[in-house]
């Protein structure tokens, strides 16, 4: 079989947990529109074609306060570059390349990895305008540039063709993790993102979620999670008036477990404060932050 590890990064917002969700054809990382729906490094994989890739979703860097959290997702979001083959930069399509796009772009090539620019979001572009951005990228880089629009996934086809081809046989065999292993960061991740979903981001940075326990029996996987926030106010958004939104929350991000590991969940979900958790060592280590 050929394998290939990638890696997905670029500033937030630009599309990188909706095309990891593309390329896996699954829902593998939490999606939404406000900012830091993915705060750590998640890495799934899909096999295609009798290829075999590796893909690793970085936090989107645009967090700038002076918590450890916020410096801890800044260190984070090139940690994959040392594992993967190839890095892929999205750049959103009406903007300009920014400076921490450029310095994404340029530690890869002192690293000697492949990179591939991607500019997303070409549907609200018009064609002048998308040849025009092509043509001042390419003045300054030599790596292969693809347009596309995860959205109607127009270009996506010939992307991933792309990628397939730049794998190599592999003589080892490495471990696959399959639908049925659980993953406790994985997890909070989904319900993090549902998080985000239902309280329309009025929460999100200010909150972290901690599965406490995971039991599998034959037919059924039980977890049962607490959802940290910091301030009385966050708790009320959260549960909702008689606890609508705790109810959702649970059950959109069981509905999206279920679907991806086949069996029965039951999720039991909690709602406590901790002040000042962006800045707890040890709580941020349970949570997947620290290594």
């Known amino acids: 079989m050929k394998r290939i590890k990638i890696v997905i990064t670029g500033q937030s917002n630009v599309g990188k947990s909706s095309m990891m969700n593309y390329l896996c054809d699954s829902y593998v990382s939490s999606v939404n529109k406000k900012s830091q729906t993915t705060r750590i490094n998640i890495q799934s994989s899909v096999v295609t074609d009798n290829v075999n890739i590796s893909i690793y979703d970085t936090p989107g860097v645009s967090v700038f306060d002076k918590s450890l959290l916020s410096v801890l997702m800044k260190k984070s979001f090139l940690r994959p570059l040392d594992k993967v083959d190839v890095l892929i930069i999205i750049l959103d399509a009406s903007k300009k390349i920014s400076y921490l796009d450029k310095s994404i772009i340029e530690s890869a090539e002192i ?16 064609k002048n305008a998308l040849i025009k951005t092509i043509n001042t990228l390419k003045k300054s880089y030599n790596h292969p540039i693809f347009s596309v629009s995860v959205k109607t996934a127009d270009g996506l086809q010939k992307l991933i063709s792309y ?4 794998a190599k046989e592999s003589d080892c065999q490495h471990e696959i993790k399959t639908q049925n292993d659980i993953d406790a960061i994985f997890v909070q991740e989904i319900i993090r993102g549902e998080i985000n979903d239902l309280t329309y981001g009025e929460v999100p940075y200010d909150c972290a979620v901690i599965v406490d326990r995971i039991t599998k029996s034959e037919n059924l996987i039980k977890i049962h999670g607490i959802i940290y926030v910091e301030k009385i106010n966050q708790k009320k958004i959260v549960i909702g008036e008689s606890g609508s939104h705790i109810k959702q ?5 069981r509905y999206k477990l279920e679907e991806i590991f ?7 979900l909690t709602v406590k404060i901790k002040k000042n958790w962006k800045n707890d060592y040890s709580f941020l280590k349970n949570l997947g932050y620290i290594n």
Do not use: P
Not at 114 to 126: A, E, Q, S
Not at 163 to 166: D, E, F, H, S, V
Not at 249 to 253: D, H, K, L
Not at 262 to 268: A, N, P, Q, R, Y
């Open 262 to 268: 086949s069996t029965k969940i039951f999720l039991d």
């Open 111 to 126: 690293m000697k990895k492949r990179v591939i620019i991607v500019i997303n979001k070409i549907d609200l572009l018009t």
């Open 163 to 166: 990628i397939k081809a730049l």
């Open 249 to 253: 929350i649970g059950t959109n991000a």
